[in-house]
């Protein structure tokens, strides 16, 4: 076969596989999707899609006319990020998840709650190497470190009703909830299943997954899916134990495609007002795309790959003035300004995350980034506004105890390498190396 010849069918063949064609039928009510007609293991966080092969791990009851899931893991970690700005830590991420849904005035009727017991760490959260968002305290950013979750991550009821034997239209409501914008949260990934700690690219894809206050409706039909969010677009605050006032100041829209069941692929966008506590005055528009794969098999591969942007409506504020007589702070301040990693609006983040499974307690998981980050610096530093391309590779193991029951008990190690630009080889070292070693606990 001539090599044309064998590029058009391999085209052709990468075109069929993304034709959408029809799922499953769900197998009567009690194991529909919470939005539609379409096997319930399409679901994911808010209103998000998984690909269904993915599947719902967690346990599952049926007690009288309801269908009850609950779904939780823990891990007990152990880290020591490295270069100057890295340091030691214990601590625990965690989420436990409960939903319940049953037939109700010819639809679907579906309560949920996620909570986290992550405030306990304190508001700063654990070490997480160039990992900037949020604050501690109300007045100065958190940086090289991942904030905690709230207690309340998700008080939200939904309702769907059929429209055909295919089409759906559906509401949320969520105190807090997850808007219709980005890929399913992290933690709710089987891509990301077996890492103890949060993306780097956290805000620029998936941050909204808290959000007090929000309603988002949708249609779905076969294995298309078009929803709108009206939303609290602010960061939840410091205060990691209480419910915030709702309001609903922000708009996001997704449109998500499971053309196959081992294949889900999502673009979202979003206008933001003054997400940044610190900088209330600020409102980013966010734009995120993503694919994510849940093979079947030996390995049973999981792999997402997402993209996000988010464009600043102003510049963040220095501490250069407009005019100064300082001829040693008008040369700081044209240095701010310099190529390269000088100040911009628009920042981009790619990640890449994959797990296999290459024996039946074995697993093995790769999370690389690519995030231009400000805000390395404190807001009084002068280097604060400037951009940074940064790259981070993580990799790691984990081993599933043999131990019988309703959870799943692991052990594991994972370590990391970030390549920087040689401008932050005094604040974090050339090639600095972390590693993390954790106990895990699911319900299976």
């Not at 899609?49 to 791990?57: D, I, K, L, R, V």
């Not at 990934?189 to 894809?205: C, F, K, M, N, Y």
Request: hydrophobic share 40%; glycine share 10%; aromatic share 10%.
């Amino acid at each position: 076969m001539a090599a044309p010849t064998r590029l058009r069918a391999l085209a052709a063949l990468a075109l069929l596989a993304l034709v959408p064609r029809p799922s499953p039928a769900a197998d009567g009510p009690g194991h529909a999707g919470l939005l539609g007609p379409y096997p319930m293991e399409r679901d994911a966080s808010g209103t998000s899609w998984q690909p269904e092969s993915a599947g719902m791990p967690g346990w599952h009851g049926f007690p009288g006319s309801w269908r009850v899931m609950v779904h939780g893991d823990v891990f007990g970690v152990f880290t020591d990020q490295g270069g100057p700005r890295g340091g030691e830590q214990g601590f625990s991420t965690n989420m436990l998840m409960g939903s319940a849904s049953r037939v109700l005035g010819g639809g679907m009727f579906t309560l949920r709650a996620m909570g986290s017991l992550e405030p306990l760490m304190g508001p700063q959260g654990y070490r997480l190497l160039l990992q900037t968002g949020e604050t501690a305290d109300g007045r100065t950013h958190l940086v090289d470190h991942q904030h905690p979750h709230d207690l309340a991550m998700e008080l939200a009821a939904i309702y769907s009703h059929s429209l055909g034997a295919r089409t759906s239209a559906f509401a949320y409501l969520g105190w807090p909830g997850e808007p219709a914008l980005g890929p399913p949260a992290f933690m709710h990934r089987g891509s990301a299943a077996e890492v103890p700690v949060a993306p780097l690219s956290h805000h620029w894809l998936d941050a909204t997954h808290i959000s007090f206050g929000v309603a988002t409706a949708g249609l779905v039909w076969g294995p298309v899916k078009l929803e709108g969010s009206a939303f609290n677009g602010h960061e939840p605050d410091a205060a990691r134990w209480n419910i915030e006032r709702p309001r609903f100041d922000s708009r996001a829209a997704r449109l998500t495609v499971n053309p196959r069941p081992w294949l889900s692929a999502q673009v979202s966008a979003a206008e933001l007002r003054g997400p940044e506590i610190l900088h209330p005055t600020i409102d980013v528009r966010r734009y995120t795309a993503s694919l994510s794969y849940a093979g079947g098999g030996r390995g049973r591969p999981q792999a997402t790959l997402a993209w996000g942007r988010n464009v600043r409506s102003a510049d963040l504020p220095t501490n250069c003035p407009l005019a100064t007589t300082s001829a040693l702070a008008a040369a700081s301040c044209a240095a701010v300004a310099a190529p390269p990693f000088a100040p911009s609006r628009s920042s981009d983040a790619w990640l890449l995350e994959a797990t296999v499974l290459p024996g039946r307690r074995h697993a093995l998981f790769l999370r690389a980034e690519r995030v231009e980050k400000d805000e390395l610096f404190p807001s009084y530093d002068p280097f604060h506004v400037r951009v940074f391309p940064l790259v981070s590779v993580l990799a790691g193991y984990r081993y599933e105890l043999p131990i019988r029951g309703p959870v799943a008990w692991g052990l594991g190690a994972s370590g990391a390498v970030a390549l920087l630009p040689e401008f932050l080889a005094n604040e974090y070292g050339r090639r600095p190396l972390s590693y993390w070693i954790f106990a895990s606990a699911r319900l299976r």
